[in-house]
Structures are given as structure tokens and as C-alpha cells.
């Protein structure tokens, strides 16, 4: 079945700092979904990804999908304590015809202030 | 609009016992997936509900249910519950319409379980 790591599982970084989390696929991924869940919260959904090759942006978060479809990014520039939380990639995986969303390990984001 | 509501927030249990937990979903959505969250294993799919029928379901023992109502809103139950259920039970819920696809899932605020 459909292998995802998610990489790093924990990343401490100073406010203003860069920060990326990276999601391998052992499988083609059809499509990548991200999402962020604050601590103490639910996961929200941020962005999806579907062409090979592309990239999105939202304000200081960029979202790249590979060219071969297997691999994900996420980076965010200049990291600000909102952006505290994990960070979650999940790719669907199909089950008998269905599709159902497999969820990364996470990274867990903390910012020194 | 407002968002997927669970009921309850908090819920404490003891080994043997059986729990059911609700979710409504966001208005005009059909699908309803439940996950399991716990720090050990992350967020683990548990079963998709897509007009009242079960579309989807993960890895987990047949003591885990659910049910859809006509009004979209989904039960999950756990019978016989041990220590290992205790985690954070998310429910999420999506427009269903693209087939077998996955939509956006929309999540809310979750049930915590705990098992004593």
C-alpha cells in the first residue's frame, strides 16, 4: 500500500526564521492536500496541489508538488508565532474504487520568540 | 455557515463500557469521515458516510461503527472499549459530490476520549 513520510517530525526555529516540511510518497499521487492544526485544535484545511510540477502561494507559504508526483513541500518564510502548530500532508489513497485521505506523520512547528 | 459541531467535547469511560459519539455536519454537506488521533499513531481514518452508507472504511476492529442519518449527521460508536481507544475523535465533513474523490474535509473541534 501507499507509503507517506513526513519529514522533519519536530522543527525548532527562531521567529523570522524559514521553516519546510517535506512529504515522500512511495506511490503517483493523484492530488496532495495540506493541513495545519494549532495545538490544541482541529486540522484546517490550507491548500491542494493536483498538477505535477506546481506551485502555490499563500502569503509567506509556498506549496510545491514534485514533477514525478511523489514528493510535497511546505515553506514558509520569515515564521511568525502564528504559525505555531503540525503541519499535516495527506494524499488520497484508493480503497476498492474509493478514495479515502491518508494523513502524514506531521511536522510539529514551535517558534522561539 | 456554520461548522462541524461534536458532541461531547469531553468524554470519560471505563474498560468494558460502549460510547457514541455525534457529529453534524456543515449544512449541504453528504459525506461525514471520522479519524483517530492520538500522539502514538497520528490521525487514522476510520470510516467515511456518504448518503447514509458506508463509502470508506480504515483498519480498525468491528468495534468501531457508525451510522448517517437522512440529515447527514453521523454517529460513531465504540463498543467494549479498551485503554488503547483512548484518543481524539475527529469528525469531518465534505460535499461528497466528486464521486470517489476526496474533498476538502472540513474538521471539527473533536470528541477526547479517555479510558480508564
Known amino acids: 500500500g501507499q507509503q507517506v513520510m513526513q519529514i522533519p517530525q519536530y522543527q525548532h526555529v527562531q521567529e523570522g526564521e524559514d521553516f519546510t516540511t517535506y512529504c515522500n510518497s512511495s506511490?503517483?499521487?493523484?492530488?496532495i492536500q495540506w493541513y495545519k492544526q494549532r495545538p490544541g485544535g482541529h486540522p484546517v484545511f490550507l491548500i491542494q496541489?493536483?498538477?505535477?510540477?506546481e506551485v502555490k502561494k499563500q502569503k509567506r507559504l509556498t506549496f510545491q508538488f514534485g514533477e514525478a508526483k511523489k514528493n510535497s513541500s511546505l515553506h514558509i518564510t520569515a515564521t511568525q508565532t502564528t504559525d505555531v502548530g503540525t503541519y499535516f500532508c495527506?494524499?488520497?489513497?484508493?480503497?476498492?474504487?474509493?478514495?479515502?485521505?491518508?494523513f502524514g506523520t506531521g511536522t510539529r512547528l514551535t517558534i522561539i520568540p | 455557515k456554520a461548522g462541524v459541531t461534536q458532541t461531547p467535547r469531553y468524554l470519560i469511560k471505563t474498560r468494558g463500557q460502549q460510547v457514541t459519539l455525534s457529529c453534524s455536519p456543515i449544512?449541504?454537506?453528504?459525506?461525514v469521515s471520522w479519524y483517530q488521533q492520538t500522539p502514538g499513531q497520528g490521525l487514522q481514518f476510520l470510516f467515511e458516510?456518504?448518503?447514509?452508507?458506508?463509502?470508506n472504511k480504515g483498519n480498525f476492529p468491528g468495534r468501531f461503527s457508525g451510522r448517517q442519518f437522512s440529515n447527514s449527521r453521523s454517529e460513531m460508536n465504540v463498543s467494549t472499549l479498551e485503554l488503547g481507544d483512548s484518543a481524539l475523535y475527529l469528525c469531518?465533513?465534505?460535499?461528497?459530490?466528486?464521486?470517489?474523490?476526496?474533498?476538502?474535509?472540513?474538521f471539527g473541534p473533536g470528541t477526547r476520549l479517555t479510558v480508564l
Open positions: 458516510y456518504f448518503s447514509e452508507t458506508q463509502r
Open positions: 496541489l493536483v498538477k505535477s510540477g
Open positions: 449544512s449541504g454537506h453528504r459525506s
Open positions: 506511490t503517483t499521487l493523484s492530488n
Open positions: 469531518a465533513s465534505s460535499w461528497g459530490g466528486t464521486g470517489t474523490a476526496v474533498d476538502t474535509q472540513y
Open positions: 495527506a494524499p488520497p489513497e484508493s480503497n476498492f474504487g474509493n478514495e479515502k485521505l491518508t
